[in-house]
């Protein structure tokens, strides 16, 4: 679709850091899908880590739950989704990593909705750190969305969270492979014990004389090292850490008392990265101070990913929220 002339990367020029680097230009690419902008309800799609913006159609990385008559439809909404400037999708590397928090991604997203002429959108989503982003952006500009929808996510990185994302920087610093080396250990975040237990049950790959779950480890490193690069990693890491939406700011129930938006929390009973408790927390402090906030919890042994494995039980959860809209019409 035209855009009215809206180039696309968009260009944010002059962006100043919360640790005080300058960026005399940063592009910010996106896509759009379904319905014309300024035409239907917007849905602005939150990447996660090694994610990008094509949300939907052939390469999609969840077009199990966005296209024509699907739970997010786009015969109804108009779905954008912005790529984190550096996450090595398009040719934008950024180097120095430590530069950026997720605020200043937050602060860059609402932005180029501001350039694309959209001030309130119907539901900002995401999964992971991309859900960590939807919280900063909620909690930067309350009125911003009418729904916000944080999956296997929170507002703010844990310790554990901290020390993983450590350990991962270590990796990719000092390893003589510090992608492959570094998703090995992220794939033990991201799946949980029954996963691996339900999968492999101790089998071997006769072929290479190794035990199943580390042959699948290895291709899960090689396979990310051949499509991903090291300085995007490293960033992507980086804003995986720095959530946190009180930081140098207000205390968590002033920010989000001023926000009308509904707030639907999706946890996994099974995440070791963000755990279901820290979700349960979250929704037992925001009940506190707002009626219209909602808790759901995907059941599945696979841990962190079953966000992007479980699309049976998300899209029955996420039904109901965007239901609303298709009576609407």
């Known amino acids: 679709m035209k855009l009215e002339n809206i180039p696309n990367p968009i260009n944010i020029q002059n962006f100043t850091t919360e640790n005080g680097a300058v960026y005399p230009s940063l ?9 014309p902008l300024h035409t239907a ?28 008559d699907k739970t997010i439809d786009t015969t109804i909404y108009t779905v954008v989704a912005f790529n984190v400037p550096g996450n090595g999708t398009d040719s934008f590397i950024i180097e120095n990593y430590q530069d950026f928090t997720t605020r200043d991604i937050a602060r860059i997203f609402i932005k180029g909705l501001e350039l694309l002429k959209t001030e309130q959108v119907h539901t900002i989503i995401g999964g992971s750190v991309g859900g960590g ?3 900063e952006m909620l ?13 296997a996510t929170d507002w703010k990185s844990t310790d554990w969270m901290i020390a993983n994302c450590y350990l991962q920087e270590q990796i990719l ?6 992608i492959e080396d570094a998703r090995i ?12 237990k339900e999968k492999f049950q101790r089998t071997i790959n006769t072929n290479l004389s190794i035990f199943n779950i580390e042959s699948w480890l290895a291709h899960h ?3 990310l090292q051949k499509r991903y690069q090291l300085a995007s990693y490293k960033l992507m890491n980086q804003l995986l ?28 009973n099974s995440d070791l990265f963000f755990t279901a408790k820290e979700n349960r927390e979250t929704y037992q402090e925001l009940k506190k101070i707002k009626d219209n906030v909602y808790y759901s919890e995907i059941d599945s042994v696979h841990g962190h990913d079953a966000f992007l494995i479980e699309y049976k039980q998300l899209d029955h959860l996420l039904a109901d929220i965007f239901k609303a809209e298709t009576i609407k019409r």
């Open 27 to 35: 592009p910010l690419s996106f896509t759009i899908a379904g319905l």
């Open 41 to 68: 309800p917007v849905v602005l799609v939150n990447h996660a880590l090694t994610g990008n913006a094509e949300v939907t159609g052939e390469n999609g990385w969840w077009n199990d739950l966005i296209g024509p």
């Open 133 to 135: 982003i939807a919280w």
């Open 139 to 151: 909690a930067l500009q309350p009125n911003i969305t009418q729904n916000l929808i944080p999956i």
């Open 173 to 178: 610093n000092n390893s003589s492979r510090p």
């Open 185 to 196: 250990h992220a794939m033990l975040c991201y799946r949980s014990p029954e996963s691996f």
């Open 221 to 223: 490193g090689e396979k």
């Open 241 to 268: 850490k720095t959530i946190d939406i009180t930081r140098n700011t207000a205390d968590f129930e002033t920010l989000l008392s001023g926000t009308t938006a509904a707030i639907h929390i999706i946890g996994i």
